[in-house]
């Protein structure tokens, strides 16, 4: 496409703000959080996240294509966990708005939002943020969101936006991609080719994590009959959203947004078929478990290669404490043979530390974030190696990647020895999302029979290739915490 015919020196806002929030974990998300992991103002935007393979280094490297006017405003992305606070809500969404009505009359407006971001006072910031940034531009100004698909979308971001699109992939492996794509559609808004109608379906479900891969069914038939639907030339975007179950707000869920172009009875057809064929496939989404203990026991079976321990109810990319100590306390049980867990425990962390490498230590790790997720364990063993847990990923799309970019700094790090079983010990939460996290440090993950994976999907991209097989574990935490109370 040239230049000309892609509204060449068009002036394009862009901007983001992402947090998935566990409306039910006690730990706030603070500014704090969002400055740990990807937090960038202005031109900074545009020095950092270009030729990142995040959904806003999509946008960007698209728009310098166009030669596009970029108008960078807020890029802010925090890992998943608790409610965030009233102050940092208020500072990035006035951030975002003062630095889009300082660059204002603005052409269009390519924004990357999660979906399932919940402040204190706000249960949907996400139509909260559209509806102030339509305000400054005005109606006539087209708005591109592109979203997580595990957002849960109420139909006033619906109405609010022009388009909605999201990732296709669980683990999200294609945001780059999408953002690639919202730049295009914007291309064709921009040259008035299109006049957008969205409509909205939901059906009466909720997905568990495990159950949003869009590998699998119930999602990987979604996602085959709307790549028909695409092909219909009248068709803009089809946002297949799996929601997110830990989230207590009126929209929870998942729902299907299709925009087509000028035609408003179409896009509610597809999206109502699309929903009930989700729907109509809903058992498919029940997950099984092992206890830990037969989860283990049947690892210790295998001898063709790693066994993944699946820990969703300690999901640290859905938001929770990634210090959940159940499947640790199975392994020393089965006195394990070279098998694999990461803990975050800055306590923990730091008596290793001053132990330094090579010493014999005792400490107590894991199950002290929260009251959710276990007990903390005592331990007795060598500290092999420590890092400063810094690390570039191996895969270059990753979920992760997807978000913050491809640099992991997981705080100070330490590889402790107990008995045959590695405990990765990290002072920040890190989910599994990339083999560079444990051969950082010098832990091989061919080389282990089983690896605990404290993630829902998004451990799949990077692990599944080495694996022999995943065996889902009934842990400490949600669901199964939320039977206790
Ligand atoms: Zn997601």
Redesign the pocket.
């Known amino acids: 496409m040239s230049g000309n015919t892609a509204a060449s020196g068009a002036r394009i806002a862009i901007g983001g703000i992402l947090h ?1 929030t566990h409306t039910f974990m006690e730990r706030r998300t603070a500014l704090a959080d969002f400055a740990t992991q990807s937090l960038h103002f202005g031109e900074d935007i545009l020095l950092s996240m270009r030729n990142s393979r995040t959904g806003i280094g999509g946008m960007i490297d698209r728009a310098i294509e166009y030669n596009w006017q970029l108008l960078p405003t807020l890029y802010a992305a925090a890992m998943p966990a608790g409610i965030v606070t009233k102050a940092a809500y208020r500072e990035l969404l006035s951030e975002l708005t003062h630095r889009l009505s300082r660059r204002l009359p603005v052409d269009g407006v390519l924004l990357t939002l999660h979906g399932a971001m919940v402040a204190e006072g706000e249960l949907d910031a996400e139509a909260d943020i559209v509806a102030q940034v339509r305000a400054i531009v005005g109606d006539g100004t087209p708005i591109v969101v592109l979203l ?3 957002g849960n979308i109420s139909p006033r971001l619906v109405e609010l936006a022009d388009v909605l699109m999201a990732y296709n992939s ?1 683990p ?1 492996i294609d945001a780059y991609a999408r953002g690639v794509e919202a730049a295009e559609i914007m291309a064709r808004l921009l040259r008035r080719q299109l006049q957008p109608m969205s409509a909205y379906a939901r059906p009466a479900l909720l997905l568990p994590a495990q159950s949003t891969a869009t590998e699998s069914p119930p999602l990987s038939l979604v996602h085959v009959r709307a790549a028909e639907i695409k092909a219909d030339e009248a068709v803009i975007s089809i946002a297949v959203m799996a929601g997110f179950a830990y989230a207590d707000t009126p929209f929870t869920g998942p729902s299907i947004i299709v925009t087509t172009d000028g035609q408003s009875e179409l896009a509610q057809n597809y999206a109502t078929e699309l929903s009930d064929l989700l729907y109509r496939h809903r058992e498919s989404a029940l997950p099984v478990f092992l206890s830990p203990l037969d989860a283990v026991a049947e690892a210790k079976e295998s001898d063709s290669g790693p066994v993944m321990l699946v820990d969703s109810a300690d999901n640290i990319g859905g938001g929770t404490t990634g210090d959940g100590t159940d499947a640790l306390a199975a392994m020393l049980a089965h006195d394990v043979r070279e098998g694999t867990i990461v803990l975050a425990d800055p306590e923990a962390v730091a008596i290793c530390w001053r132990a330094g490498r090579t010493a014999d230590v005792t400490v107590k790790v894991g199950g002290k974030a929260d009251d959710w997720h276990g007990q903390p364990i005592t331990v007795t063993g060598t500290v092999r190696a420590v890092s400063d847990g810094v690390f570039e990923c191996e895969l270059a799309d990753n979920h992760f990647a997807s978000f913050y970019g491809n640099t992991v700094d997981m705080g100070r790090s330490v590889w402790l020895r107990v008995g045959g079983v590695n405990i990765l010990l990290t002072e920040r939460k890190t989910p599994p999302m990339d083999l560079a996290q444990l051969r950082h440090i010098g832990i091989i993950p061919e080389a282990q029979s089983m690896i605990v994976v404290k993630s829902a999907v998004a451990y799949r991209a990077a692990y599944m290739p080495i694996a022999a097989e995943a065996i889902e574990m009934d842990t400490a935490g949600f669901p199964a915490g939320l039977s206790k109370v």
Do not use: A, I, V
Request: charge should be negative; hydrophobic fraction near 15%.
């Open positions: 998935e997580d698909m595990h669980n999200h």
